[in-house]
């Protein structure tokens, strides 16, 4: 009798063109396809506070500052497993880089390596799209120095996505983080082009403070 083993390969190709500008980003919207399982979201997430990366979910990519768009999708073999993603990260509405996992298999195969976790692929292509493991963003006072004479305003805002101007310049979009030199400083914050809070605010170098800057 003449065995005969039913077999398949598997191959895992990845590609990628790493977004430069997006290491620095202030903050990054992450932007959600209600097309794609929730738990692909919780995974970039997870991500972006492992690594104390500022970051916030919105429903509609903003015109201005960096967000991310995302397309997932799974396969069965005996599992679920993830066989295809790609990831873009845009700045001002532009396409600035992408990352990309794709799994093409043959019907038997049990190669284990298509098995990752979602976590796994997830951090190999942000990781990929950021150019290396990023550095991560301090995110409390105790963490600057008063030597580098920089203060810390946590921003937020009752309209997500909002453009925030620090002295006449964009520096992203709230809710946002931002480092900011000793002295006095004018925010303003607009959306849709049109200006709707200003605020004249004095820094100290190693501070920290909030403003809600609401409509």
């Known amino acids: 009798m003449t065995c ?13 063109k790493a977004a430069a500008g997006l290491r620095t980003a202030s903050s990054v919207a992450i932007v959600r396809n209600p097309d794609v399982d929730d738990q692909f979201l919780d995974s970039l997430t997870s991500w972006f506070s492992s690594h104390r990366l500022q970051h916030r979910v919105v ?3 903003p015109a201005s500052g960096w967000s991310l768009a995302y397309g997932a999708s799974w396969s069965w073999d005996f599992a679920f ?6 990831i873009t990260a845009n700045h001002n509405g ?5 990352a990309t996992y794709n799994v093409f298999a043959g019907a038997f195969s049990l190669d284990m390596g298509k098995w990752k976790k979602d976590g796994t692929v997830v951090g190999e292509l942000l990781s990929r799209l950021y150019g290396g493991k ?13 030597a580098d004479g920089l203060g810390t305003l946590l921003l937020t805002s009752n309209v997500a996505g909002a453009a925030v101007y620090v002295d006449g310049a964009f520096v992203g979009n709230a809710p946002a983080t ?15 082009g049109e200006l709707f809070y200003e605020q004249a605010i004095r820094v100290m170098a190693g501070s920290q403070a ?3 800057a609401d409509k």
Do not use: F, M, W
Not at 4 to 16: E, N, R, S, T
Not at 94 to 98: F, I, M, N, P
Not at 134 to 146: D, K, N, V, Y
């Open 4 to 16: 005969v083993a039913l077999c398949g390969c598997v191959g895992i190709d990845y590609d990628h």
């Open 59 to 61: 429903d509609q990519p």
């Open 81 to 86: 497993y993830l066989s295809d993603v790609r």
């Open 94 to 98: 532009t396409e600035a880089g992408y």
């Open 134 to 146: 990023p550095t991560p963003q301090q995110s409390s006072a105790a963490a600057l120095s008063a």
């Open 178 to 192: 931002l480092k900011l030199t000793a002295g006095d400083h004018n925010i303003r914050v607009l959306t849709g």
């Open 210 to 212: 909030s403003l809600s």
